[in-house]
């Protein structure tokens, strides 16, 4: 063999070594995005049980609390606003 083709051979390994890791980088990306998606749509599920618990304890005490929260907020928005009279 030549010099010039066993340098060739020798950078073209490297570049399948390279690209090979490369590829390999990139299932793992996936891997973690996958196991972040996971991991955050547990958070949800149990945010959302722990609240339908929370209305299920509470009845609707809790909803008439939020709603009188905005309509207060409401209130203060048209009250500082020029164009209601």
Known sequence: MCGKEFAT???????AQQ???RQQWVVEKADQ???AAVIRAEGEAEA????????????SGL???RRID???E????L???RNVT
């Open 70 to 72: 905005t309509a207060k």
């Open 19 to 21: 690209e090979a890791e």
């Open 9 to 15: 051979a020798i950078e073209a390994k490297q570049v």
């Open 63 to 65: 909803i008439e609390v």
């Open 79 to 81: 009250a500082k606003s």
């Open 74 to 77: 409401i209130a203060s928005s």
């Open 33 to 35: 995005e996958r196991q």
């Open 48 to 59: 959302a049980q722990i609240v339908n618990a929370a209305l299920i304890k509470s009845g």
